[in-house]
């Protein structure tokens, strides 16, 4: 008795220690999340209030994901999308879905308003062509150095084998999950051969290879249909194939294959630039190209695919895919531009999803892209939708139901797609054929397609904020006129516009991109 009563303190004393500790556990630190790792860290509370890690098949609490992609919104969607809300949390991941679209034409200005705004969102479509960079500059994206390995670990996996992640990292941070496809789009010119057939145009077959031959085709077509819209398409891309001009994707500068140093340079002090604009002006006078095509943001391939116009500039990919013609009497004719330059291929930032640096459940997200890495049936599900509505077999190959084709589809074929594809699920579907991508990738393993020196640089823009920002209005306000042939006085333009972009900085912004160029090719060698 008389030792029981001398051990209570002890235990007293034990119990009110643990009581302690195990509040301390249960705090909120004071809301902070040092670990950015989303709002459940490395375990989820259960309805019962206890935590358990992901996959135990605990319950979870059921969380939103909202994610944002581009183009225009498909009337089985949503349906869709709760069919994989559905699915995974079957399979342990206890999340719905809010999918967001907006149009390719607003789509770069609106993530950079909604980021600088602050905005709350999950996951994002996003690539090198839209607003990728420059969201990745602004610190827009989640650093997934830890929460990728540890939440999705078969993605990880995929990426270390074909080392891209490396495209998508800034300042040792990997901001941005990259597709794993291999492509590359060099130029072709496209018309519409029912129309120039029936004209009694027929040129032969890969017989169109240089801008003047583009030029007097296009002039014969215009000629031939003097009322239709021709083209929205400015000349400027194929005197870059021309002179072998990589556009580094920054702000309007580039430089040239052959240049062994790779010197950066301004596109508008180029040459070809001038040769360019004054093709514009020629076919804008000759309304070769559309009066409105400088303010015109419809998605180009929309008006293709609806027979807008008659003449586009496309690539390797839709030179040999299904466009998806509205009108099924459509027919398409295309011809490989200069076949004997070098072009570079595709960057793996082409199409990428990123996580909002605001998000609170990217620990969700990232399972989620892992369960689309390794489960087929979940990928037939967000890629081609529910069989028997939006799309139905025929053996393999994904095929629309009946009455429906690209333009009408109520899901195949949605914007933003791209980021999710997955060449071990792909099925052949309207659009590409059996092994079409294998066919792609090898394309682009021939010797005139190159990757790029400076693939997977990312270049800061911390020490000239100022100057690219003028650089950029000045694009606007005075580049593209020029592109889009607008201007009276090409030759007083192109030098009026030299010298505005050299007083807003661009010797500093080249000075900047080079020194980060020389280190980055000297951290390769």
Same mark, same amino acid.
């Given at each position: 008795?008389?030792?029981?009563?001398?051990?209570?303190?002890?235990?007293?004393?034990?119990?009110?220690?643990?009581?302690?500790?195990?509040?301390?556990?249960?705090?909120?630190?004071?809301?902070?999340?040092?670990?950015?790792?989303?709002?459940?860290?490395?375990?989820?509370?259960?309805?019962?209030?206890?935590?358990?890690?992901?996959?135990?098949?605990?319950?979870?609490?059921?969380?939103?994901?909202?994610?944002?992609?581009?183009?225009?919104?498909?009337?089985?969607?949503?349906?869709?999308?709760?069919?994989?809300?559905?699915?995974?949390?079957?399979?342990?991941?206890?999340?719905?879905?809010?999918?967001?679209?907006?149009?390719?034409?607003?789509?770069?200005?609106?993530?950079?308003?909604?980021?600088?705004?602050?905005?709350?969102?999950?996951?994002?479509?996003?690539?090198?062509?839209?607003?990728?960079?420059?969201?990745?500059?602004?610190?827009?994206?989640?650093?997934?150095?830890?929460?990728?390995?540890?939440?999705?670990?078969?993605?990880?996996?995929?990426?270390?084998?074909?080392?891209?992640?490396?495209?998508?990292?800034?300042?040792?941070?990997?901001?941005?999950?990259?597709?794993?496809?291999?492509?590359?789009?060099?130029?072709?010119?496209?018309?519409?051969?029912?129309?120039?057939?029936?004209?009694?145009?027929?040129?032969?077959?890969?017989?169109?290879?240089?801008?003047?031959?583009?030029?007097?085709?296009?002039?014969?077509?215009?000629?031939?249909?003097?009322?239709?819209?021709?083209?929205?398409?400015?000349?400027?891309?194929?005197?870059?194939?021309?002179?072998?001009?990589?556009?580094?994707?920054?702000?309007?500068?580039?430089?040239?294959?052959?240049?062994?140093?790779?010197?950066?340079?301004?596109?508008?002090?180029?040459?070809?630039?001038?040769?360019?604009?004054?093709?514009?002006?020629?076919?804008?006078?000759?309304?070769?190209?559309?009066?409105?095509?400088?303010?015109?943001?419809?998605?180009?391939?929309?008006?293709?695919?609806?027979?807008?116009?008659?003449?586009?500039?496309?690539?390797?990919?839709?030179?040999?895919?299904?466009?998806?013609?509205?009108?099924?009497?459509?027919?398409?004719?295309?011809?490989?531009?200069?076949?004997?330059?070098?072009?570079?291929?595709?960057?793996?930032?082409?199409?990428?999803?990123?996580?909002?640096?605001?998000?609170?459940?990217?620990?969700?997200?990232?399972?989620?892209?892992?369960?689309?890495?390794?489960?087929?049936?979940?990928?037939?599900?967000?890629?081609?939708?529910?069989?028997?509505?939006?799309?139905?077999?025929?053996?393999?190959?994904?095929?629309?139901?009946?009455?429906?084709?690209?333009?009408?589809?109520?899901?195949?074929?949605?914007?933003?797609?791209?980021?999710?594809?997955?060449?071990?699920?792909?099925?052949?579907?309207?659009?590409?054929?059996?092994?079409?991508?294998?066919?792609?990738?090898?394309?682009?393993?021939?010797?005139?397609?190159?990757?790029?020196?400076?693939?997977?640089?990312?270049?800061?823009?911390?020490?000239?904020?100022?100057?690219?920002?003028?650089?950029?209005?000045?694009?606007?306000?005075?580049? /593209?006129?020029? @592109?889009? #042939? %607008?201007? $009276?006085?090409?030759? &007083? !333009?192109?030098?009026?516009?030299?010298? /505005?972009?050299? @007083?807003? #900085? %661009?010797? $500093?912004?080249?000075? &900047? !991109?080079?020194?980060?160029?020389?280190?980055?090719?000297?951290?390769?060698?």
């Amino acid at each position: 008795m008389g030792r029981t009563k001398a051990r209570l303190p002890l235990l007293i004393t034990v119990i009110l220690l643990l009581g302690t500790m195990l509040a301390a556990c249960g705090g909120n630190n004071n809301g902070s999340n040092t670990g950015n790792t989303g709002s459940e860290g490395n375990t989820n509370k259960t309805d019962n209030g206890s935590t358990a890690k992901p996959g135990e098949g605990k319950a979870e609490d059921e969380v939103t994901l909202k994610f944002y992609f581009g183009g225009d919104k498909k009337s089985a969607t949503d349906e869709v999308w709760s069919a994989v809300s559905d699915y995974v949390k079957a399979k342990g991941l206890n999340v719905k879905f809010n999918i967001n679209f907006i149009p390719f034409g607003d789509f770069k200005d609106k993530m950079l308003v909604m980021a600088a705004s602050g905005d709350n969102w999950d996951m994002n479509f996003d690539g090198d062509w839209l607003s990728y960079k420059q969201m990745a500059a602004k610190g827009s994206y989640m650093a997934l150095n830890d929460l990728l390995p540890q939440y999705a670990p078969n993605l990880y996996k995929k990426y270390q084998e074909q080392g891209t992640l490396s495209a998508a990292t800034v300042n040792g941070q990997v901001v941005g999950l990259p597709w794993t496809m291999k492509m590359n789009q060099r130029i072709f010119a496209g018309w519409r051969a029912d129309l120039t057939e029936k004209a009694g145009i027929n040129p032969a077959p890969d017989s169109i290879k240089t801008i003047e031959d583009i030029d007097t085709f296009l002039h014969a077509v215009k000629k031939a249909y003097p009322n239709e819209k021709m083209s929205r398409v400015t000349p400027l891309a194929i005197y870059q194939v021309r002179d072998e001009w990589v556009d580094l994707g920054f702000h309007g500068l580039g430089f040239y294959l052959n240049d062994p140093k790779i010197t950066v340079q301004a596109i508008e002090q180029q040459p070809f630039f001038k040769e360019s604009a004054l093709m514009s002006k020629k076919w804008y006078d000759d309304k070769i190209l559309n009066r409105d095509a400088m303010i015109d943001k419809e998605d180009g391939a929309a008006q293709w695919r609806n027979g807008k116009s008659l003449f586009t500039i496309t690539s390797h990919e839709w030179a040999n895919a299904n466009p998806g013609f509205a009108d099924p009497s459509f027919t398409q004719q295309t011809s490989l531009l200069y076949p004997d330059k070098k072009f570079v291929n595709r960057t793996a930032l082409a199409n990428v999803v990123a996580i909002n640096r605001n998000s609170e459940h990217a620990d969700r997200v990232l399972r989620f892209l892992d369960m689309l890495e390794t489960d087929k049936t979940l990928y037939d599900l967000v890629q081609y939708g529910i069989e028997g509505k939006t799309y139905v077999l025929k053996g393999d190959a994904a095929e629309y139901p009946d009455g429906m084709q690209t333009t009408t589809s109520n899901y195949m074929e949605w914007g933003g797609q791209w980021a999710f594809w997955k060449p071990q699920f792909m099925r052949p579907n309207p659009t590409y054929t059996k092994d079409f991508w294998l066919q792609e990738a090898e394309f682009a393993s021939q010797p005139i397609n190159v990757n790029s020196p400076v693939d997977g640089l990312f270049i800061a823009e911390d020490n000239i904020k100022n100057e690219i920002a003028k650089r950029d209005q000045a694009s606007d306000e005075f580049g /593209k006129p020029l @592109d889009f #042939g %607008t201007v $009276k006085n090409v030759e &007083e !333009a192109v030098a009026s516009y030299i010298e /505005k972009q050299k @007083d807003n #900085g %661009t010797d $500093k912004i080249i000075a &900047e !991109a080079q020194k980060q160029i020389d280190a980055y090719l000297a951290s390769k060698s």
